[in-house]
């Protein structure tokens, strides 16, 4: 209950729920092409509460349009007024069964000023193997729109790859615990090998998440990954700091 109203009253003033950003590089490991963005909610007791559980906890009592909503409005606000080429928000699946969410997106990204090309949205493959009609339309509405969709943490869950010719994804993030093993574990340096050319093939983005090493950039890099990400290059940045890298400030 408590909680529930915490949340409520964090989500309509003040700045208590904020986003980190995570910045992502091209194949180069050099250029910045975009960031996640990461929910972080500085609460004198919350703060230890880790998004995955506001996120569980704005699920189950019915606010995660609401959250959704608001992650969205940051991230977009922040993206137009910086040089980030675009940023990603994860949504979570229960925002992807309501009809009205893309015409809601529409509009929050043209009062923001942020052309959707300049959004992305990361969904987890349990969106598309609960083969929901209206979650069917609302992607095929925001890929139309021109908004990039990512399938985070792949490789974790069913991982069915026919899902990738039937649901026409712009992007693959391997998941962490491929890119983590890949220096002293054949078969995971195999399926990342193997993932990454399947995405040249159909031609969909790769990122590879969790770049912990230099080992795993090198390998990672000899593969031709288009995309890196992790602690090794860089850990999530408050805005204003990722502004002053992307200044060449910092
Ligand atoms: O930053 P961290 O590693 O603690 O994130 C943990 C999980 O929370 C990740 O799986 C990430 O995708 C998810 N997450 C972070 N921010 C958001 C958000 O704004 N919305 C949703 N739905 N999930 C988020
Ligand atoms: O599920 P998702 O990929 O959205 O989760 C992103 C989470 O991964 C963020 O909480 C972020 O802090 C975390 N993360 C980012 N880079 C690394 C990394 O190099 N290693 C580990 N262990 N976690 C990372
Ligand atoms: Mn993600
Ligand atoms: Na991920």
């Known amino acids: 209950r408590r909680i529930e109203s915490e949340l409520r009253e964090a989500l309509t003033s003040g700045d208590q729920i904020r986003l980190t950003y995570q910045p992502i590089y091209a194949g180069d490991c050099q ?8 929910l972080r909610w500085a609460h004198p007791i919350h703060a230890a509460l880790p998004p995955g559980n506001l996120v569980a906890l704005a699920e189950e009592r019915g606010m995660i349009g609401l959250l959704g909503d608001y992650v969205l409005r940051q991230a977009a606000r922040f993206a137009a007024t910086s040089t980030l080429p675009w940023v ?4 979570s ?3 992807l069964r309501d009809k009205s969410f893309p015409e809601r997106l529409a509009r929050l990204l043209e009062e923001c000023g942020l052309t959707p090309s300049r959004l992305q949205l990361e969904i987890t493959e349990s969106v598309l193997l609960a083969n929901n009609d209206t979650t069917r339309s609302v992607l095929g509405a925001l890929r139309a729109a021109g908004i990039v969709v990512a399938l985070d943490d792949f490789g974790t869950g069913y991982s069915a790859i026919s899902y990738l010719r039937h649901h026409r994804i712009d992007k693959l993030k391997i998941d962490r615990s491929f890119i983590q093993t890949i220096g002293n574990d054949a078969s995971a340096a195999a399926i990342v090998k193997a993932l990454v050319d399947l995405a040249l093939a159909l031609d969909i983005r790769v990122t ?3 770049v912990e090493t230099e080992a795993q950039k090198d390998r990672l890099m000899a593969m031709h990954c ?5 602690y090794l290059l860089s850990p999530p940045l408050e805005a204003a700091e990722l502004s002053a890298v992307l200044a060449g400030g910092a």
């Open 93 to 95: 699946p229960l925002q």
């Open 88 to 91: 990603a928000v994860n949504v």
């Open 31 to 38: 250029t910045i092409v975009g960031a996640e963005a990461l």
């Open 226 to 230: 288009d995309e890196f990400q992790g």
């Open 208 to 210: 590879a998440e969790g």
